[in-house]
C-alpha cells in the first residue's frame, strides 16, 4: 500500500448502506430537485443506486474515471462524459444533477467531474481533507492519511485467535 496512508478504515456492506442512506436523507432535507443521478464508476455504482432509491431518482448516467490500481493512486483517464442531454438538466451545468460518489481523496476525480457539471450537486458517502472543498454534501469525514477499505474491495477469512491455538 501507498507510504502516504497510515491508517485503516475498513467499512462493512452494512455500514456502507446506512451511511448511503444518510447521504440521501441530507439530501433531501435540500431545497433542491434533482432530474438524474451521476454517478463516478465504479466506486460510486453502488452509493447511486441507494440514493436514487430513498430519493425516487430514476434516471441514473455514469462519468467513468479511472484513477486507482487496487491501492495505488495512478494517472487520471476519463474513460466515458456524461451524455449532453444529462448535461443540460437545468440549464448549461447541469444545475438538476446529482453527482455521487463513494469518497473524495486527493479532489483529483472530483475537479474533472466538476468541470464537466459545474452546477451540480456533488456529493459522497466519506470525504478527506484534501478533496471536501469540492463537494457539497457527505456523511464521513476521514483523515488523509486513512484508507478507505470498501466491501466491495474485501473479503471475508477465518482470523486466527491471538494466542496463535485455535482450540
Not at 483529483?108 to 457539497?136: N, S
Request: proline share 5%; aromatic share 8%; hydrophobic share 40%.
Amino acid at each position: 500500500m501507498d507510504e502516504r496512508y497510515q491508517k485503516n478504515f475498513p467499512v462493512s456492506w452494512e455500514q456502507f448502506h446506512r451511511d448511503s442512506r444518510a447521504l440521501a436523507w441530507r439530501l433531501t432535507n435540500g431545497d433542491r430537485h434533482f432530474e438524474a443521478i451521476v454517478c463516478v464508476t465504479r466506486g460510486g455504482l453502488v452509493p447511486a443506486a441507494i440514493v436514487a432509491r430513498e430519493m425516487s431518482i430514476r434516471v441514473i448516467e455514469t462519468v467513468c474515471v479511472a484513477s486507482y490500481d487496487y491501492d495505488k493512486q495512478g494517472e487520471l483517464k476519463v474513460l466515458k462524459e456524461v451524455a449532453p442531454h444529462i448535461r443540460a438538466l437545468g440549464g448549461e451545468g447541469g444545475r438538476n444533477v446529482l453527482i455521487v460518489d463513494d469518497l473524495v481523496d486527493t479532489g483529483k476525480t472530483a475537479r474533472v467531474v466538476r468541470d464537466m457539471l459545474p452546477e451540480a450537486h456533488f456529493a459522497t458517502v466519506y470525504a478527506k481533507p484534501a478533496g471536501r472543498p469540492l463537494v457539497d454534501t457527505f456523511v464521513t469525514e476521514v483523515s488523509q492519511d486513512t484508507w478507505i477499505f470498501l466491501p466491495w474491495d474485501m473479503g471475508l477469512q477465518f482470523t486466527p485467535p491471538i494466542s496463535g491455538h485455535a482450540g
